[in-house]
């Protein structure tokens, strides 16, 4: 929506516009002037009205009310040519409520009316009312054109809610579009759908999807459990076509780009043909299906985007407000403490100052939790050990920590999910276990991954009425389609994993894995 500035500006034009055209209407009392003045007037009038209520949503568009005008106006033009300085308005309010776009189609559409119509009326038209009619055309444009820089810079500058405004608007749109995604948005889904379209054009014995993550190629999607030559071979082949920006063919090996941020790769069976998969019947096939992967693609990277913006947000609330006021307080009763006036008063101060700096602690460790997520250049790992660490600072526990992990990252959204899981139960065992120690592993073999925290706590308890962390892990779990385990050491302590296994992917290997010690 534009400002309140943009729309006074719009509104100065249309009164300025009347008063001249009034005017010399009102000098010469010409009734079929004085008619069109006032239906411009009325026209007006209501756009300024449902202008102010925009909950109703009732206000002209912009192209509507270009037509209105140019119909007034070829009406008029013969009785008060000065009715054509109407002309400039349209354009100006176009640019003022949607944009630049918008306001050429409302000339086009304003200039159709007054000509079409005048034609029409009048049989012709004189050529001063056609040199007219281009002037005050060309006025609105320019006009227009000018403009736009003050509307635009009000519009990005002087009112920050604007982008919330925009986002509320497409957020509905969007809404009201999600009952006819027949296939909906889940990324791997869509990718196993576009799979299936080249498996049914050209025979394979393994097919695999990836998308471009940084550097790397990420796998979305297989056909089937690749055995780990054909895995390697596939990535090999769409890295290859991804590098080159064209279609690759090796032996019975076939990789191509599936729109704007798709790589697939195939094997075709046995050693017989070697004639190139039909790339162009391919690409026709797959368009429908490319559309809903792009969408879903971008769906994907505006939740997380959105859900980093608002986490980071409410950490600078947290800290700037919230945990600030708490310490204040905790200045305010060690000053009280400082001059008790009996024993058992002195007693109550040290309670009170020990329960403020629990909840200090707290808030500042929920403060760490939203501040932490998953950077562009930092593995599933790093991000896990960096949790780790500062909960081991914070609680005095030790925290030892093993990576086994791959270069190729997992899916953005899936590392997010797990990276939330694995900090809820870290959290947990700091806060509930009572452990004296807690032992992380990360295994990330993309498209598999597991991770477990074991601790030495008092292990399982029975769930408290104000807690819903476990409920949350599972909810996280079933969203990425991967398993969580909670169970009860032999010894003592809790084990807390979540596993992911993806189509085609190979069982995250136990050996080789760097430990991290965090005390």
Known sequence: MPSSQALAVVAAARLFTLLAIGAPALWYRDAQA?????????????????????????????????????????????????????????????????????????????????????????????????????????????????????????????DALSPYHAAQDLIKQLIELSGDLSSGLDVAALGGEMLGVVGDLVPSRALALYVPRGDALTPVASSTDLEPEDADACEKLATDAWARGEQV????????????????????????????????????????????????????????????DERQ?????????????????????????????????????????????????????????????????????????????????????????????????????????LFRIAQEALNNAVKHARATAIDVRCQVYAPEARITIADDGIGLQGGRSDSHGLKIMRERAKLIGAQLTVRDNASRGLTVSVALRAPGGHAPAPDHTLTKETR
């Open 313 to 417: 947000r409410l950490a600078r609330e947290m800290h700037d407000g919230v945990a600030q006021d708490i310490a204040s307080l905790g200045y305010l009763v060690d000053a009280l403490a400082a001059r008790p006036a009996d024993e058992k008063q002195a007693k109550q101060f040290a309670m009170l100052r020990d329960r403020v700096t629990k909840v200090v602690a707290e808030v500042r460790r929920s403060v760490m939790n939203l501040r932490t997520s998953i950077g562009e250049n930092e593995s599933l790992g790093a991000a896990i050990s960096a949790v780790a660490r500062h909960l081991s600072e914070a609680s005095g526990i030790p925290i030892r920590v093993r990576l086994d992990e791959q270069p190729t990252r997992l899916r953005p959204e899936i590392e997010a999910e």
């Open 249 to 308: 063919t090796a032996g019975q090996g076939f990789a191509f780009g599936a729109g704007d941020a798709a790589i697939i790769a195939g094997l075709r069976p046995g050693s017989g043909t070697k004639t190139p998969p039909p790339f162009d019947e391919l690409t026709d096939a797959l368009a429908p299906t490319v559309v809903k992967f792009d969408t879903a693609l971008l769906f994907s990277q505006f939740r997380d985007i959105a859900t980093a």
């Open 34 to 158: 004085l008619l069109g003045l006032l239906a411009l007037t009325l026209v007006w009038l209501y756009q300024v009205v449902t202008l102010t209520r925009r909950d109703l949503e009732l206000t002209l568009p912009p192209t509507v009310e270009a037509a209105a005008v140019g119909v007034i106006c070829a009406l008029s033009m013969h009785a008060s040519p000065a009715i054509l300085a109407a002309l400039v308005v349209p354009p100006l309010f176009a640019t003022a409520l949607v944009g630049l776009r918008t306001m050429i189609r409302t000339v086009a559409f304003q200039l159709v009316s007054v000509v079409s119509l005048g034609l029409m009326w009048w049989r012709e038209i004189t050529p001063e009312e056609g040199v007219s009619i281009f002037t005050w055309s060309m006025a609105g444009v320019g006009l227009s054109l000018v403009a736009s820089f003050t509307f635009n810079s009000d519009r990005h500058g002087s």
